[in-house]
């Protein structure tokens, strides 16, 4: 199956600072890539789409100039967590959109962000 | 309604025993059905996908789609405790977006 990549794996940082976590798909063009975002014990949060060339599209209740999404190129979407906070702490797991293989997705391995 | 539904569980089944997870759709126009599996701590991963209706078998695993009932369900035959996770069912809408019911958390005791 396709593979989808994500780094870091996991990250602390001091409250205030910025975070970016990068998403690549290793072995396919993804001109879709989405982010999730999941609490212990809780479903899976669709957090925004990222189109590759053009702005994402955020999910009702997400903060866009807090959660900045760049997807410059087909293999490549980054989520930048600006300010962060503890309250930001989660599990975020991005996933990728195969095209030639009829709109499946794939997920990273995910990126564990606690916030001090 | 939700979009996706999916029963919760625990679903708790012995080691051997078929396991069966249900799951069902509201948007007639779907074309693309999906189960992933989430092992807690970890991120999803794709395990089967099904598109036509019927059955379709890898391995130990079985999924089932009904367009008619709007249903798709996985059984996985001669369960192993390391089949102990959380299934997702996933759709893809006329929409081209793909939505994911909230999981069934699946129990094999030995």
């Known amino acids: 199956g396709a593979v989808v990549s994500q780094h870091p794996s996991w990250v602390i940082c001091k409250s205030g600072t910025s975070v970016k976590i990068e998403c690549r798909s290793l072995d396919f063009q993804a001109t879709t890539m989405f982010w999730y975002r999941q609490f212990p014990k809780q479903s899976l949060m669709l957090m925004a789409t990222s189109n590759e060339g053009s702005k994402a599209t955020y999910e009702q209740g997400v903060e866009k100039d807090k959660f900045l999404i760049n997807h410059a190129s087909l293999t490549l979407s980054t989520l930048t967590v600006t300010s962060a906070h503890p309250e930001d702490s989660s599990f975020y797991i991005c996933s990728a959109r195969d095209r030639t293989s009829r709109e499946t997705q794939y997920f990273g391995p995910g990126t564990r962000l606690l916030v001090l | 309604q939700k979009e996706v539904e999916q029963n919760s569980g625990p679903l708790s089944v012995p080691e051997g025993a078929i396991a069966s997870l249900n799951c069902t759709y509201s948007?007639?126009?779907?074309?693309?059905f999906f189960w992933y599996r989430q092992y807690s701590g970890k991120s999803p991963e794709l395990i089967m996908s099904i598109y036509s209706n019927g059955d379709k078998e890898d391995g130990r695993f079985t999924a089932q789609l009904n367009k008619a009932s709007q249903y798709v369900s996985l059984l996985i035959r001669d369960s192993q405790p390391s089949d102990s996770a959380t299934y997702l069912c996933?759709?893809?809408?006329?929409?081209?977006?793909?939505?994911f019911g909230s999981g069934t958390r699946l129990s094999i005791r030995p």
């Open positions: 948007d007639r126009g779907s074309q693309s």
């Open positions: 996933a759709v893809s809408s006329s929409a081209s977006k793909i939505i």
